[in-house]
């Protein structure tokens, strides 16, 4: 019987939950949740996951939200390759380290410049204080420092010379404001050697299916402004600035 996984592909968790079950033939069903016309809200997504988050997963009576946990029973439940997520303790501690640092070590400061350099601008017309902007890309290049000399180092990949569940944690993160384009590969060699073993390891075709909706959101965001759908801009939005 196939999982049911509820994503939504400009979400970075629902396309790292997306790449590891491919990658690894796992059979799943994708079910389309988007979040911008709020089908998270629907009675029959709040039975999976009553939190309102995607990614999502279904395994028959079973439901569970939360991209680590999912990543993790994937790997448990489908028996997949060590290297995902290493039965030694110590490899295993090193990618549970990664996935403890990344909510607020990458994620945080990779979604804001999402954001402030996108979203706030184009869907929301909101005016970004340019002082705002260059705090927002100062964290995200300290993070990615981290990411480089911390997690990295001279390593292929985070745990070693294979790739992990955190290397595909770590990838998803570092596209969201590359598709809003700020070029975080520009002088930053390791950094890209590194997302260009990623994309082998798991496959180009695979991964530019998985980034394909992120990287063609401005002509998304284009069309929808195009048709002049009316944006409300909500309080917490304004609080950002």
Not at 86 to 109: F, M, S
Not at 202 to 223: C, M, P, R, S, W
Request: include cysteine; charged fraction near 25%.
């Amino acid at each position: 019987m196939s999982l049911e996984l509820f994503l939504d592909m400009n979400s970075q968790p629902c396309r790292s939950v997306y790449m590891f079950a491919k990658k690894n033939n796992i059979p799943v069903e994708v079910k389309t949740v988007s979040l911008r016309n709020g089908e998270q809200f629907t009675e029959e997504f709040v039975k999976v996951n009553p939190i309102r988050t995607v990614p999502a997963l279904k395994d028959g009576d079973f439901c569970m939200g939360e991209s680590v946990a999912m990543l993790q029973y994937m790997a448990e439940r489908f028996k997949t390759p060590d290297h995902w997520f290493p039965a030694d303790l110590q490899k295993r501690a090193r990618v549970n380290e990664y996935l403890c640092w990344q909510p607020t070590g990458i994620r945080l400061h990779g979604s804001k410049v999402f954001w402030l350099k996108l979203l706030l601008p184009t869907v929301f017309k909101m005016e970004v204080p340019e002082e705002k902007m260059k705090g927002a890309l100062e964290d995200l290049d300290s993070s990615l420092k981290v990411i480089e000399d911390t997690f990295l180092q001279d390593k292929p990949f985070i745990v070693g010379d294979q790739i992990s569940m955190a290397d595909l944690v770590a990838v998803v993160e570092v596209m969201q404001p590359f598709a809003a384009g700020v070029d975080v590969f520009k002088d930053r060699p390791r950094l890209s050697a590194w997302k260009d073993r990623v994309v082998q390891a798991v496959g180009k075709e695979l991964f530019d299916e998985a980034h394909k909706t992120i990287l063609g959101v401005t002509d998304t965001i284009q069309l929808i402004d195009t048709n002049k759908t009316e944006v409300v801009k909500p309080k917490a939005l304004r609080l950002m600035l």
